[in-house]
């Protein structure tokens, strides 16, 4: 569900016209429904009424200050995976209780910063880090809170770059030396163990991945138990779909996976962490271009926008598929075009769309690329000196930027001659 809908043949955002935002702001520009935003943490949150559980947001989807702090005030925590993603949480006024720091490579520098901020868990992810952790956190007299993040080896069933459960990804721990790994974490000065965690990949769209995963994990959390230690949560990660073609992608209702997760875990008496990214962001987003020229070839029609790869990279990384809608709604019957979307990026992988139909697109027509609210800006760059893409977050009949566009001039800025340099 979300609010980019048609009215009085006009795309809107909530109750401001796509097009007025294009105008005033110009394109490419990433714009945010606040109202989609807050009703997905809403249902999520809702879901699990009655349990104790922690929603720490998956920032990594979308960081924007404005949209972590409309998180925020609903209650939100965040998941962090870098010392930076950690300063952006607090600047939004996240407390570092409500923080979870996961990711494989965590600096010391990262892990002085965490213990500073008082985060509520490290989510660890091998021994060696397990180790450091500890050594960081005892040289200054503190025991760092720590869950074990597991890899059950569960093929996720999503696409193999953001799989991140099987045996052959670099994440987690094996559930095999689980129970050693936490033997060692006893024994270590500087660690007070608190959890379990697993995430196993993201943009999954049906419950079964998920079920086999929480049913190892609940087998672990009462081995663990067995073993003496206190295990007072388990963090879930994040990983529901969205639906992308709206049809064959239909991930699960939260209600189904609370369902599940009560089912797989309720009987141990944990707090739920929960991770969400993807699905709290995911629709509350679109990309606004506007078509520079129409190429027609003997092969092909390309729609040539000023969307670039480097705007939106999800569609070549991921042979991603995002709908595309005019701004201007199509008369019933207007006549279609199988075309490639294609952006001004150097590039044969700078494509938006392959062989998709659509409404017969023209030079100066406007169009929104739907369900771009996840991996989307925080994954643009600046490739062929292309500024950063600016954002816009709209709140009923009101929107503001809430990142500038850039300019090339602060791209130049960025780099620096050479003191030997004429
Ligand atoms: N927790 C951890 C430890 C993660 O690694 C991730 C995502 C999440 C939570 C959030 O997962 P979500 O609920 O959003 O599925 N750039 C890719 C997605 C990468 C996901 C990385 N990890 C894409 O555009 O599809």
Avoid at 119 to 144: H, T
């Amino acid at each position: 569900m979300d609010h980019f809908q048609y009215r009085d043949g006009e795309l809107f955002a909530e109750d401001v016209p796509l097009s007025s935002i294009a105008q005033e702001v110009g394109t490419p520009t990433y714009v945010y429904s606040s109202a989609t935003l807050r009703r997905h943490y809403r249902v999520f949150d809702e879901a699990f009424t009655g349990r104790d559980h922690l929603i720490c947001y998956a920032m990594k989807a979308n960081s924007n200050q404005a949209v972590l702090r409309l998180l925020a005030d609903l209650g939100a925590g965040m998941d962090i995976v870098s010392g930076g993603e950690l300063a952006r949480a607090r600047a939004a006024g996240v407390p570092g209780e409500k923080i979870v720091f996961s990711g494989v490579g965590k600096t010391d520098e990262e892990i002085r910063a965490a213990l500073d901020h008082g985060i509520f868990c490290f989510n660890v992810e091998s021994l060696p880090e397990l180790r450091r952790i500890s050594e960081v956190a005892a040289g200054r007299g503190q025991k760092a809170p720590v869950s074990l993040r597991i890899n059950p080896d569960v093929d996720a069933q999503t696409h193999e770059k953001i799989s991140t459960g099987k045996a052959v990804d670099k994440f987690g721990i094996p559930w095999m030396e689980a129970r050693a790994a936490y033997g060692l974490a006893r024994d270590l000065p500087g660690v007070m163990v608190k959890g379990v965690t697993m995430h196993i990949g993201s943009q999954i769209t049906t419950l079964a991945p998920f079920e086999r995963a929480f049913t190892l994990l609940a087998e672990l959390v009462e081995l663990l138990r067995a073993d003496g230690h206190e295990i007072s949560h388990v963090d879930l990660g994040g990983g529901l779909g969205v639906p992308y073609h709206g049809d064959t992608d239909v991930p699960p209702h939260p209600r189904d996976y609370a369902e599940m997760v009560n089912r797989t875990l309720g009987h141990l008496g944990v707090t739920y962490v929960f991770e969400p990214g993807r699905m709290i962001a995911g629709n509350a987003g679109v990309l606004l271009g506007r078509v520079i020229f129409v190429k027609e070839t003997e092969t092909k029609t390309f729609v040539i926008s000023d969307i670039g790869m480097n705007d939106l990279m999800r569609p070549t990384l991921y042979e991603a598929f995002h709908h595309i809608r005019p701004l201007k709604e199509p008369a019933p019957g207007a006549p279609m075009q199988v075309v490639d979307v294609v952006g001004p990026v150097c590039e044969t992988g700078d494509y938006i769309a392959r062989d998709r139909k659509l409404p017969v697109m023209e030079r100066g027509d406007l169009f929104a690329v739907m369900t771009a609210g996840a991996y989307g800006a925080v994954m643009s760059n600046t490739y062929n000196t292309r500024p950063l893409t600016p954002e816009v977050l709209v709140d009923g009949d009101k929107f503001a930027v809430i990142r500038p566009r850039m300019e090339v001039e602060d791209i130049i800025a960025l780099d620096a001659l050479p003191p030997w340099s004429g």
